[in-house]
């Protein structure tokens, strides 16, 4: 199966990517930043693993996925702030939202 998970540089769905790859599907894994694919790629490789890495910032990218075949997109993407609302600046809300 060929599946496309984003936001899967850490936690939960880099975990099951792992799993996922051990049962030998098709995987392509998405980062924000390019800095964020290298260290994915070297995590992989770390651990004896293969997926296909790409850049992918879904307000400017998402021409990069138009052309993979995939069965099964998990969309894990996620941006946020820290600390109280009270003090978030409007702009950063803005960003999130």
Do not use: F, P
């Not at 910032?57 to 993407?77: C, F, M, Q, S």
């Amino acid at each position: 199966m060929k599946i496309l998970i984003t936001g899967a540089t850490s936690g939960i769905a880099y975990e099951v990517a792992k799993e996922l790859i051990k049962k030998n599907h098709k995987l392509y894994l998405t980062a924000h930043t390019i800095k964020e694919v290298v260290n994915l790629r070297k995590k992989l490789k770390q651990e004896n693993l293969e997926a296909t890495c790409l850049k992918l910032d879904i307000l400017t990218d998402i021409n990069i996925i138009e052309n993979l075949e995939i069965d099964v997109l998990w969309n894990h993407i996620g941006i946020g702030t820290s600390g109280s609302l009270l003090y978030t600046k409007e702009d950063a809300i803005r960003d999130i939202y």
